[in-house]
């Protein structure tokens, strides 16, 4: 199983980026999937998740009505795309599997992460 995000970078507030994570090693479509951020002096927070067919999306209310997560099945790439970026945003974001199904604080894999900062 390899999850690997890019994407991240420095952006002033009010700015976008778009994450994106290439899975390999399993089959993409058949898992639910999650992004999560830790950020430093807090621990993880689970962001936003989205079931296999991508049919169904979950947001923290820390990000809900400005981030926007997405999947490509058939290329087996997941996405986040932010918008309205805030400081508070700033963090290391990871994609991640999620085991079981449905359980979106559970997961069994994540990737390396991609460092999201947000200057005021």
């Known amino acids: 199983v390899q999850l690997v995000e890019s994407g991240g970078g420095m952006v002033q507030a009010g700015g976008s980026l778009r994450l994106s994570c290439a899975a390999s090693?399993?089959?993409?479509?058949?898992?639910?999937m999650s992004w999560v951020r830790h950020s430093a002096g807090k621990g993880p927070e689970w962001v936003s998740g989205i079931n296999t067919g991508g049919g169904s999306t979950y947001y923290a209310d820390s990000v809900k009505g400005r981030f926007t997560i997405s999947r490509d099945n058939a290329k087996n790439t997941l996405y986040l795309q932010m918008n309205s970026l805030k400081p508070e945003d700033t963090a290391l974001y990871y994609c991640?599997?999620?085991?079981?199904?449905?359980?979106?604080?559970?997961?069994?894999?994540w990737g390396q992460g991609t460092q999201v900062t947000v200057s005021s």
């Open positions: 090693g399993f089959t993409f479509s058949s898992y639910d």
């Open positions: 991640a599997r999620n085991d079981p199904p449905g359980r979106w604080y559970e997961y069994d894999a």
